[in-house]
């Protein structure tokens, strides 16, 4: 095939993301750093998480709106920009303070990337689910560099020069995609605010029983997907006592089967059903967290978390089940809606993840995110076995 402009598009979103996903990944490693520095408990550090993750869902439906105003492009790029400059705010941090107050910022920026390109490549290609799981590659991409590297780093010079990677790879990706990308015409630059946020769109869309139901299973992925991001490599230090760097190691292996896998499970959901792609990830990653918990040794705790990567692959499948349920004009407001609605609620499972953690151990806060896993499994299963349609 030949290579055409939207293929193009498709890979600089895909770097896009890889930064945006890059900034956000690399607190994850320096967690026991962090907390030995200034002195704090897990529940301590999943807040400010949490507050970086709220601040990421926070900024889904804005985002939408800027895109209809401005086109895509600027957008993307004051994403990308952002994200490196948020980094420089942690990187210097006297306090505690002050580094949550970056990671909030960080989450801020970067939130504005995902809606706005989904939206974009939805219009570009036909076959979203595959188009949307190449994009969502660059967060599993992210996940696999950045552990180990931030990693190698902290343990070498700190983890403060470690987060300083995320705006040196800001800059050279923004630096392509201003190069590469062209202006995109505004949707409907004419559009008010007040017209944007007017009750009465907003509660038809979030209220249609298609969208609540696609709502909750996001819901319970994302919390799900946040709290594994979070402190899969202080479960892997704490629970197992691996190193940082072999648990950085894990953790990136996690992240790569992400996002190869995650292309098939767009195939899949394109071909066969979104419903059966959301339901092999989540049996895929019970399976997976079973192992994690359960297993001994390296070789069931590297599978569990292959296998869990493959069931964090969700969001080629949901995404598209949401965006088959709205018309092309609704899509740009309605997704970064969706986005903002259901990352909102579950923005929480960092601290959650953390605080079970604290009180009652790694077994209980990782079977409870597995029962999660579960539960979706049994609304896909009610959902066909009453013909509901949802």
Request: with cysteine; hydrophobic share 55%.
């Amino acid at each position: 095939m030949r290579w055409q402009y939207r293929d193009t598009v498709l890979v600089v979103c895909t770097l896009a993301l890889f930064v945006t996903v890059f900034g956000r990944v690399a607190l994850s490693p320096i967690v026991p750093e962090v907390a030995a520095e200034f002195d704090l408990s897990n529940a301590v550090i999943g807040l400010a998480l949490t507050g970086m993750w709220f601040a990421y869902a926070l900024t889904q439906f804005p985002s939408g709106i800027l895109a209809e105003w401005y086109g895509e492009r600027p957008v993307v790029l004051a994403s990308v920009c952002g994200t490196g400059l948020a980094a420089f705010v942690i990187v210097g941090a006297p306090g505690f303070v002050v580094f949550v107050l970056g990671a909030i910022l960080l989450g801020g920026l970067a939130g504005l990337h995902y809606s706005v390109a989904t939206t974009l490549l939805t219009r570009l290609y036909g076959d979203i689910g595959t188009a949307i799981g190449i994009h969502n590659s660059g967060a599993p991409l992210a996940g696999l560099v950045t552990p180990v590297v931030v990693s190698w780093t902290a343990v070498r010079y700190g983890w403060r020069p470690a987060v300083a990677l995320t705006a040196v790879v800001a800059l050279a990706i923004f630096a392509l995609a201003v190069r590469s990308l062209r202006p995109t015409e505004p949707r409907r630059p004419d559009r008010s605010l007040s017209e944007l946020l007017e009750p009465g769109p907003i509660l038809d869309l979030l209220s249609r029983p298609p969208v609540v139901f696609t709502g909750v299973i996001a819901i319970v992925a994302e919390f799900t997907w946040q709290g594994v991001a979070s402190f899969l490599p202080a479960f892997f230090a704490q629970y197992h006592g691996y190193s940082t760097t072999l648990a950085g190691v894990l953790f990136g292996a996690y992240f790569v089967t992400q996002g190869v896998l995650q292309v098939g499970v767009g195939i899949v959901a394109d071909r066969f059903g979104r419903d059966l792609a959301i339901g092999i990830c989540m049996i895929t990653g019970i399976v997976g967290f079973l192992l994690l918990v359960a297993g001994s040794g390296l070789v069931p705790i590297a599978a569990g978390a292959l296998l869990l990567g493959v069931g964090m692959g969700w969001g080629a499948a949901v995404f598209p089940r949401f965006m088959d349920r709205l018309s092309d004009a609704e899509r740009s407001f309605g997704f970064g809606l969706f986005r903002t609605a259901y990352m909102t609620v579950a923005a929480s499972g960092s601290v959650v993840v953390g605080l079970l953690a604290d009180l009652f151990g790694w077994r209980v806060s990782f079977g409870f995110l597995t029962a999660l896993l579960g539960l979706v499994c049994a609304l896909l299963l009610a959902n066909r076995a009453l013909g509901l349609e949802y």
